[in-house]
């Protein structure tokens, strides 16, 4: 079956320095979705890629989805310990959805 | 996006006994999902939950163990049974966007088994 990978499962970074999580899947993906878990929350939709090569923004994060459609990354420019949370990827395959492990990210101020 | 609310926010309850969880949504939706997530791990879906009609179960989930129910657009119960400390974890529901596949998340509720 699908499955989706995500790397690293943890990133500390300084607060200022950029962050980035990748996620690789099995199969060819529908679209890939992200959330940001903040600590005791729940997961909040963050953006959905659609299109082969498709890159989007919003503020400092930049989603990029791959050629072939298979992976994907998320980058944040200069974090901030508001940016502090899990960073989960959705891959969409056949109208099966599957999340990916996460990536836990600490912000040092 | 919807606003979506879980009773209990949290439980702690005794091996052997039943939970009922209970989703909320403030508008109509087709499909209501359930997740669990124990701690420190990634969401695995248990089931879908269309309205007037069977709940489909993941591999490795049973309508013996995680009964549901959908009486209407809004509202969905998600029953954890015969419990024991594996049991422990958040439960969450979800339900899709109007647009597009993106799900949108209710707070959950973490279950404690003791």
């Known amino acids: 079956g699908q499955q989706v990978m995500q790397i690293p499962q943890y990133q500390h970074v300084q607060e200022g320095e950029d962050f980035t999580t990748y996620c690789n899947s099995s199969?060819?993906?529908?679209?890939i979705q992200w959330y940001k878990q903040r600590p005791g929350g729940h997961p909040v939709f963050l953006i959905q890629l659609v299109k082969s090569g498709e890159v989007k923004k919003q503020k400092r994060l930049t989603f990029q989805f791959g050629e072939a459609k298979k992976n994907s990354s998320l980058h944040i420019t200069a974090t901030q310990t508001t940016d502090v949370g899990t960073y989960f990827c959705?891959?969409?395959?056949?109208?099966?959805?599957?999340f990916g492990a996460g990536t836990r990210l600490t912000v040092k101020p | 996006s919807a606003v979506i609310s879980q009773k209990p926010s949290r439980d702690i309850c005794q091996r052997g006994t039943s939970l009922t969880i209970q989703c909320q949504v403030d508008?109509?939706?087709?499909?209501m999902f359930w997740y669990r997530q124990q701690p420190g791990q990634s969401l695995t879906l248990i089931a879908t939950a269309n309205q007037g009609s069977e709940a489909t179960y993941e591999s490795g989930f049973v309508i013996d163990k995680f009964p549901i129910s959908r009486p209407n657009l809004t509202f969905s119960t998600l029953t954890v049974s015969n419990m024991s400390p594996e049991d422990s974890s958040i439960y969450l529901c979800s339900v899709e966007g109007d647009s597009s596949y993106e799900q949108y998340f209710g707070p959950g509720t973490r279950l404690t088994v003791t």
């Open positions: 959705a891959g969409l395959n056949n109208n099966d959805m599957r």
């Open positions: 199969t060819t993906l529908s679209n």
């Open positions: 508008s109509q939706v087709t499909m």
